[in-house]
């Protein structure tokens, strides 16, 4: 049984920081690509980061140079380091697990219950 919980959301002021963690459990992790998305109140989900098994990074335009994306396989974790909170970050972050099949997919394979991150101004 897969498993991916989310941890670390919260309240925080404009400017401020929250580090997201994911523990994963069921997959053999470290073959995985282990993402973060989020959903704001009325607005579809979206991308915010990617990391696969190799350490190749993506980021959303609305996120690049203020959050980091990181994994340690040792830990089975994916991490979502978030410095220069906006309001506009606002939703609820959900961790994502795909496996590399070299087919194109419309979404990854396992999501954890999502975490709340909420940032005030």
């Known amino acids: 049984q897969v498993q991916l919980v989310e941890s670390g959301g919260g309240l925080v002021q404009f400017g401020g920081s929250l580090r997201l963690s994911c523990a994963a459990s069921?997959?053999?992790?470290?073959?995985?690509?282990m993402g973060w998305y989020r959903q704001a109140p009325g607005k579809q989900r979206e991308l915010v980061a990617t990391?696969?098994?190799?350490?190749?990074?993506n980021y959303a335009d609305s996120v690049k140079g203020r959050f980091t994306i990181s994994r340690d396989n040792a830990k089975n974790t994916v991490y979502l380091q978030m410095n220069s909170l906006k309001p506009e970050d606002t939703a609820v972050y959900y961790c994502t697990a795909d496996r590399p099949t070299g087919l194109w997919k419309a979404k990854p394979d396992y999501w954890g219950q999502g975490t709340q991150v909420t940032v005030s101004s």
């Open positions: 990391i696969d098994s190799g350490g190749r990074i």
């Open positions: 069921g997959i053999i992790f470290s073959i995985y690509t």
